[in-house]
C-alpha cells in the first residue's frame, strides 16, 4: 500500500466551484505540503504544516486553503476554483528535524477548472 | 532564502552517451541538497540526497551527484543512459537546520534517443 495517498486522482470541475483535494499518510510524519505543478515551472508550494495545530502560507496560497484534520490527513481546498487553477497538484510528507526533511510524495491530483 | 536554478528545461542525449543535469544552488547556510525524478504520470521519488556527509553522493539507477561549495553546484550525473532514464529531474534544497520545506527547480525533462 502506497504511504502518501491522495484523492481524487483526475478531478474535472467548473468556474466557481468549491473543491477538496485529500491526502492521507501512514508514514508517522508530522509535516505535510501541498504543491502545484506546472508545466515549465517546477513545484510550486502552496500550504505546508509542521504539525496538527501549524499552518503555514507557501509562495501561492491566494484562492487556496487547507485543513489538517489530523497528523495523518492534510486537505486542500478550492473555494471557488478558476481555470488558471488547472494543475498537478501533489501532498508531500517529511518527519521532524534532524532527518534531512527529505519529502515523500503522493501519486499526484490532477484538476481540470472549465 | 534558499534557491535553486537547473541549467536547460530539456536535455537531450543519446542512449549509451553520458547524463548530465545541471543544478546550481543559493543558501545562506549550509545546505541539504536532493535530486528527485518524475517519470511520467507518476509522482516525484527520490534519486539522492546529499546531507553533508560525503560530497560524492550515490543514488538508485546509476545516478550520483558531487557537491562543490565552492561552486555552489550539485550535478546530477549517470554514465551510460538508458531509455528508462527518460524523465523529468528536479533539484531541491533546503536548510541544514531541517526547518524550511524543500525549494525546488523548475525541473528538467531528459529525453534519451535510441
Known amino acids: 500500500d502506497a504511504d502518501v495517498t491522495q484523492t481524487p486522482r483526475n478531478r474535472i470541475t467548473k468556474t466557481g466551484k468549491r473543491i477538496m483535494l485529500e491526502c492521507s499518510q501512514t508514514?508517522?510524519?508530522?509535516?505535510m505540503y501541498w504543491y502545484r505543478q506546472d508545466p515549465g515551472l517546477g513545484l510550486q508550494l502552496i500550504y505546508y504544516?509542521?504539525?496538527?495545530?501549524?499552518?503555514n502560507k507557501g509562495e501561492i496560497s491566494d484562492g487556496y486553503s487547507v485543513s489538517r484534520q489530523a497528523q495523518a490527513k492534510f486537505s486542500l481546498s478550492l473555494e471557488s476554483a478558476i481555470p488558471n487553477q488547472t494543475a498537478l497538484y501533489f501532498c508531500?510528507?517529511?518527519?521532524?528535524?534532524?532527518?534531512?526533511?527529505?519529502?515523500?510524495f503522493g501519486p499526484g491530483t490532477r484538476l481540470t477548472v472549465l | 532564502a534558499q534557491s535553486v536554478t537547473q541549467l536547460g528545461s530539456h536535455v537531450s542525449v543519446s542512449e549509451g552517451a553520458l547524463v548530465l543535469l545541471r543544478c546550481n544552488y543559493s543558501?545562506?547556510?549550509?545546505?541539504?541538497l536532493f535530486w528527485y525524478v518524475q517519470y511520467p504520470n507518476q509522482g516525484l521519488q527520490l534519486l539522492l540526497k546529499?546531507?553533508?556527509?560525503?560530497?560524492l553522493v550515490k543514488g538508485i539507477n546509476g545516478f550520483e551527484a558531487e557537491f562543490k561549495k565552492s561552486e555552489t553546484s550539485f550535478h546530477l550525473t549517470k554514465p551510460s543512459a538508458h531509455m528508462s532514464d527518460a524523465a523529468e529531474y528536479f533539484c531541491?534544497?533546503?536548510?541544514?537546520?531541517?526547518?524550511?520545506?524543500?525549494?525546488f527547480g523548475k525541473g528538467t525533462r531528459l529525453s534519451v534517443i535510441a
Open positions: 508531500a510528507t517529511s518527519a521532524g528535524t534532524g532527518r534531512y526533511n527529505e519529502q515523500f
Open positions: 508514514k508517522g510524519h508530522d509535516r
Open positions: 504544516s509542521f504539525d496538527v495545530k501549524d499552518i
Open positions: 543558501s545562506s547556510v549550509p545546505p541539504y
Open positions: 546529499y546531507t553533508s556527509a560525503a560530497t
Open positions: 531541491a534544497v533546503s536548510t541544514s537546520s531541517g526547518n524550511t520545506p524543500l525549494v
